[in-house]
């Protein structure tokens, strides 16, 4: 079964740091690209960064992009997110989630989240 | 940027059909997918490659996609369908969701 727990969430003030994992298990890690979402309070859900497998190739939304880092350790089975520079408005829930490709004469033509952790509570305040 | 659309509610009896609509630009040409969620969980995929169920979930979960609208179809609605549900397609290597339906069994 798979199975993604998320940590590092909490309290930080505005312009502080926080880095968030994901530890997974249940899968082969490093088959799978990875992703973070985040829901603000009473929001809706927001993608946020989307790594690959193995870890060469990232993606960011253009509200973190410039502020904060993905990446992962396939040895750890972990998926890190480094969130800098924090303002108000990154507070939210922010999930980890599994990518589940379709794939068409071997272009990928579709991505969707098929497993999702608990999440973990970002409240950026001073 | 992509945007998709979604009604911000709907209502249905039990045992009624509900259908939630996702509207976005030249939608069909992409794969759309629906996650459900209720209530201080994390989202649940229900369907993906726009009419495909995941393994356990139920058969009254069907979905659709043709010119710029995406469909998920409820039927036989169930009081545990009640929740908010978010469609969201792949464009240019970024997930983009829906605004969200919550969708109110009465």
Do not use: H
């Amino acid at each position: 079964e798979v199975q993604l727990v998320e940590s590092g969430g909490g309290l930080v003030q505005p312009g502080g740091s926080l880095r968030l994992s994901c530890a997974a298990s249940g899968l082969t890690f490093s088959s799978y690209a990875m992703n973070w979402v985040r829901q603000a309070p009473g929001k809706g859900l927001e993608w946020v960064s989307g790594i690959s497998g193995g870890g060469g190739s990232t993606y960011y939304a253009d509200s973190v992009k410039g502020r904060f880092t993905i990446s992962r350790d396939n040895s750890k089975n972990t998926l890190y997110l480094q969130m800098n520079s924090l303002r108000a408005e990154d507070t939210a829930v922010y999930y980890c989630a599994k990518v589940l490709v379709t794939m068409v004469r071997g272009v990928v033509k579709g991505c969707y989240l098929d497993y999702w952790g608990q999440g973990t509570l970002v409240t950026v305040s001073s | 940027s992509y945007e998709l659309t979604q009604p911000p509610s709907v209502s249905v009896s039990p045992g009624q059909t509900a259908s939630i609509t996702c509207s976005g630009d030249k939608l069909g040409d992409k794969y759309a997918c629906w996650y459900q969620q209720k209530p201080g969980q994390s989202p649940v995929l229900v369907i993906y490659q726009d009419s495909k169920r995941p393994s356990g979930i139920p058969e009254r979960f069907s979905g659709s996609n043709s010119g710029n609208t995406a469909t998920l179809t409820i039927s036989g609605t169930q009081a545990m369908d009640e929740a908010d549900y978010y469609c969201q397609a792949w464009d240019s290597s970024r997930y983009v969701f829906g605004t969200g339906t919550k969708v109110t069994v009465l």
